[in-house]
């Protein structure tokens, strides 16, 4: 999901102009409690329907369609995709999946394998031409590396690759009828085509009716393969912040919540009628060095200096920030792996850093930045800098407190680094951390967030040379080596330790350093459905969980 990225990054896109708190305290014909209709809020802002044409889509389309396999069904024996099975040959290269058998589209007609051979197909014949779809979340990217998709019958489809590689059950494009999509042309599918409900698909809930800013509203899919869900359909509110949502909850007026902040989530929590909850999530808060060399670099050299970085790692109090700028919804930070990617997860405890101010300085003294007696350091050209820090809140993610920036800026004052803030919203953000050769770049420190899969490829691309999520502009040979290595790995136990290195060669160079594994809070009323998800994940963040099986009470 590039909520940065292209993981998932997506899901929560760009805030939208007004709140649409007025249309929920205005409707009548959404309006009412316990009459079977779920109604949700999050602070998310889609503008089309069409998923080859933005990444702002994810919710709410992530309902109506389904991934192949994605991250859910491999997580969860319980939340399979488009494909009920599927498994891969000796070769490595050959990958068969099991359609399920009987399936249907929301319209009726019949779902197969060739429906899913013709988004792939439909998606691979657009490559290298003027209207390639790059743009959205269905796109192009991994294909280069397919040999072949092919539906061998109704239930059977057969991807090859060129190389080895687990794109085929980690690649998050959502499957879309043949027979809907087979007469776009490219160019409008990447732009003018809006896919206006109703939309056809095979998730539980079925789009049929979209209000931009405003909602979208669902109806069950009686075709839905596991039987039609027991609710009477559902509407998803989109909002701008999480006050609304909030207010919602108290007032009945929404069912389910997510993206609270912590004040919301601990008043909330005294309500009786609601339930409160905690999610790991994929997100990473960062702390990043712009290494750039040559244009877009930062005022000073010293950036480019992993020496400079290590040692401002020290000064950097991971447990402070959770528990002071959080209160205490985070995990404290580490490696680049965050812990919700339970198969590659390490807390690098053997090379960990420890905060200490004193140590941060006496590293800085060894490498050459001084203190000339003024309280502030001079760089190796014995020329005084300041630091000016961005920060702000990428689409697609949850909000990084500003206590966390204010935090970062005293402790790196207090040895001699001085540092100026500067706050962003999300499109100026985006301009300045674009690569430098489109006008990005320039700025020294960022705080900001990364959210990609828990898939191996994704969680690295923050440090391959060239990727627009590299936010540091960093460049390191055996990372980009390792990194190539694990695109064309598919065992987990070597996947884990091609992982591991590259997360140690990060964690060593510091162009980043991981400030925290933040927890998105969520709250639900109790009272007219049953069936959410446990207190750590009440809904999933990569599919449609739980809202395929809740039920009235």
């Given at each position: 999901?590039?909520?940065?990225?292209?993981?998932r990054?997506a899901?929560?896109k760009?805030m939208l102009a007004?709140?649409?708190?007025p249309f929920i305290?205005?409707?009548?014909a959404?309006?009412?409690?316990?009459d079977?209709?779920?109604r949700?809020?999050?602070i998310v802002?889609?503008s089309?329907?069409?998923p080859?044409?933005?990444?702002g889509s994810f919710?709410?389309?992530?309902?109506?369609?389904?991934?192949l396999?994605?991250?859910?069904?491999?997580r969860h024996?319980?939340?399979?995709?488009?494909a009920k099975?599927?498994?891969?040959?000796?070769?490595?290269?050959t990958?068969?999946f099991?359609?399920?058998?009987?399936?249907?589209?929301s319209d009726?007609?019949?779902?197969t394998?060739?429906d899913v051979?013709?988004?792939?197909n439909?998606?691979?014949?657009?490559?290298?031409?003027?209207?390639?779809l790059?743009a959205g979340w269905?796109?192009?990217?991994?294909?280069?590396?397919?040999?072949?998709?092919?539906a061998?019958?109704?239930e059977t489809?057969?991807?090859?690759t060129?190389?080895?590689?687990?794109?085929?059950?980690d690649?998050?494009t959502m499957i879309?009828?043949e027979h809907?999509?087979?007469?776009i042309s490219?160019?409008?599918?990447r732009?003018?085509?809006?896919?206006?409900?109703?939309?056809?698909g095979?998730?539980?809930?079925?789009i049929?009716e979209?209000?931009?800013?405003?909602?979208?509203?669902f109806?069950?899919?009686?075709?839905?393969r596991?039987?039609?869900?027991?609710t009477?359909?559902?509407?998803?509110n989109?909002f701008?912040s999480?006050?609304?949502?909030?207010q919602?909850?108290?007032?009945g007026?929404?069912d389910y919540?997510v993206?609270?902040t912590?004040?919301?989530?601990?008043?909330l929590?005294?309500?009786?009628?609601?339930e409160?909850?905690?999610?790991?999530?994929?997100?990473?808060?960062i702390l990043?060095?712009n290494t750039?060399i040559g244009?877009?670099?930062?005022s000073t050299?010293?950036l480019?200096d992993?020496?400079?970085?290590?040692?401002?790692?020290y000064?950097i109090?991971q447990k402070a920030?959770?528990?002071?700028a959080?209160r205490g919804?985070?995990?404290?930070?580490?490696g680049?792996?965050m812990?919700?990617?339970t198969?590659?997860?390490?807390?690098?405890?053997d090379?960990?850093?420890h905060?200490?101010?004193?140590e941060?300085?006496?590293?800085?003294?060894?490498a050459g930045y001084q203190?000339n007696?003024?309280?502030l350091r001079e760089?190796?050209?014995?020329?005084?800098?300041?630091?000016?820090l961005?920060?702000?809140?990428?689409?697609?993610t949850?909000?990084?407190?500003l206590a966390?920036?204010?935090?970062?800026?005293?402790?790196?004052g207090?040895?001699?680094i001085?540092?100026?803030?500067?706050?962003?919203?999300?499109?100026?953000?985006?301009?300045?951390v674009?690569?430098?050769a489109?006008?990005?770049?320039g700025?020294d420190l960022?705080?900001?967030?990364?959210w990609?899969?828990p898939?191996?490829?994704?969680?690295?691309?923050?440090g391959?040379s060239?990727?627009?999520?590299?936010?540091?502009?960093?460049?390191?040979e055996?990372?980009?080596?390792?990194f190539?290595?694990v695109?064309a790995?598919v065992?987990?136990?070597?996947?884990?330790e091609q992982?591991?290195?590259?997360?140690?060669?990060?964690?060593?160079?510091?162009?980043?350093?991981?400030?925290t594994?933040p927890l998105v809070l969520?709250?639900?009323?109790?009272n007219?459905f049953?069936?959410w998800?446990s207190?750590?994940?009440?809904m999933?963040q990569?599919?449609?969980f739980p809202f395929?099986r809740?039920?009235?009470p």
């Open positions: 999901m590039e909520k940065w990225q292209l993981s990054r899901a929560l760009a007004g709140s649409a708190a305290m205005r409707s009548t959404f309006a009412g409690s316990c079977a209709v779920v949700i809020g999050a802002a889609p089309t329907m069409n080859f044409a933005t990444w919710w709410p389309t992530v309902f109506t369609y389904d991934f396999v994605s991250v859910d069904a491999q024996s319980d939340r399979k995709g488009f099975e599927w498994s891969v040959a000796d070769d490595q290269l990958w068969t099991k359609i399920w058998p009987g399936m249907k589209w009726g007609q019949p779902a394998a060739r051979a013709f988004t792939f439909y998606l691979k014949g657009s490559m290298g031409k003027p209207d390639e790059n269905n796109n192009t990217e991994g294909l280069d590396n397919v040999q072949s998709i092919t061998l019958d109704d489809l057969q991807i090859v060129k190389t080895p590689s687990r794109w085929p059950i690649k998050w879309v009828p809907i999509w087979k007469d490219y160019a409008d599918a732009s003018t085509f809006r896919n206006d409900p109703p939309l056809v095979t998730g539980p809930m079925i049929a979209f209000q931009q800013g405003q909602f979208a509203r109806t069950p899919n009686k075709y839905f596991t039987g039609q869900p027991k009477s359909g559902m509407v998803f989109f701008t999480a006050d609304p949502i909030a919602g909850l108290k007032s007026s929404l919540g993206g609270l912590t004040a919301q989530w601990e008043n929590a005294k309500d009786p009628e609601i409160v909850g905690q999610s790991g999530i994929e997100q990473r808060d990043a060095f750039a244009k877009g670099a930062g050299k010293a480019q992993p020496a400079f970085r290590d040692a401002i790692g000064a109090d920030i959770v528990d002071r959080y919804h985070a995990v404290p930070g580490a680049i792996v812990p919700v990617a198969d590659f997860y390490s807390d690098l405890s090379i960990r850093r905060f200490d101010l004193k941060a300085a006496r590293r800085l003294d060894a203190d007696g003024d309280g760089d190796k050209d014995g020329k005084s800098f300041q630091l000016e961005i920060t702000g809140t990428s689409s697609g949850y909000e990084t407190p966390a920036v204010q935090l970062i800026a005293g402790w790196l207090e040895i001699g001085p540092v100026s803030v500067t706050q962003l919203d999300a499109g100026a953000l985006e301009d300045r674009s690569a430098p489109k006008g990005g770049g700025w960022l705080v900001g967030q990364s990609p899969s898939n191996p490829p994704d969680i690295l691309k923050i391959k060239g990727d627009r999520q590299n936010r540091a502009y960093w460049t390191n055996k990372f980009d080596k390792l190539s290595e695109q790995t065992d987990t136990k070597k996947l884990q992982v591991d290195q590259a997360a140690r060669i990060i964690y060593k160079e510091a162009p980043y350093i991981v400030l594994y969520e709250a639900h009323r109790k007219c049953v069936g998800g207190n750590g994940e009440m999933s990569w599919s449609y395929d809740l039920t009235p």
